[in-house]
């Protein structure tokens, strides 16, 4: 199973994509986590990358396909995966598609966590992370989501099967109807072969 989860900045991506792909036995990708470790590693793409993420921009599309294009390529070829926080634009999905066509490893289903911005607000605010989650840089990648992740939706809804859940309800209530809609999904796969 390949799977993308979509939502705002602490809509829960992180969570479901954990128990997602313990659930699945698939590979969890999340390329916040990825570009986290380059930072604290101080690796010449974390150097790169810590003023876009300490200010709550995207990074440049070409610096996250570079790091995720070995990662999503593996675990495409052995199992699948769960995306996490990739792609962000359309653009972003445009050019992973191009990679991984080539070996049939397209996302099969879009999960958007739909979540109220009071709610992510008060979400990342207790979360406190680190530099990116003051008031003013999480209105900032707030705004940053609505005007370059939003036109995903409809770029997956055109692609693949692509679904909507409440991302404020309870993790394990968001967790069981994310895995019924994939079993549906699956189970309608396979009648239609």
Not at 32 to 55: A, I, N, P
Not at 131 to 160: C, F, M, N
């Amino acid at each position: 199973m390949r799977l993308l989860l979509i939502g705002a900045p602490g809509a829960g991506k992180g969570t479901q994509a954990g128990l997602l792909a313990a659930r699945l036995g698939i590979t969890h990708i999340s390329s916040g986590d990825l570009l986290r470790q380059h930072v604290r590693d101080m690796t010449s793409l974390g150097q790169l990358v810590k003023s876009y993420v300490d200010k709550g921009d995207l990074v440049p599309d070409g610096l996250v396909m570079d790091m995720l294009r070995k990662p999503v390529v593996a675990a495409a070829k052995s199992g699948g995966y769960v995306l996490d926080g990739f792609p962000r634009t359309v653009e972003q999905a445009e050019a992973s598609y191009a990679v991984v066509r080539e070996f049939g490893g397209e996302v099969q289903a879009a999960v958007h966590l739909d979540v109220t911005r009071d709610e992510l607000v008060r979400r990342l605010l207790a979360r406190g992370r680190g530099s990116d989650d003051t008031r003013a840089v999480i209105e900032h990648r707030l705004q940053v989501y609505l005007e370059k992740t939003v036109p995903l939706l409809e770029y997956y809804a055109g692609r693949e099967w692509m679904f909507v859940v409440d991302g404020a309800l309870p993790a394990d209530a968001v967790h069981q109807d994310i895995v019924r809609r994939i079993q549906r999904l699956a189970a309608f796969s396979a009648t239609s072969l």
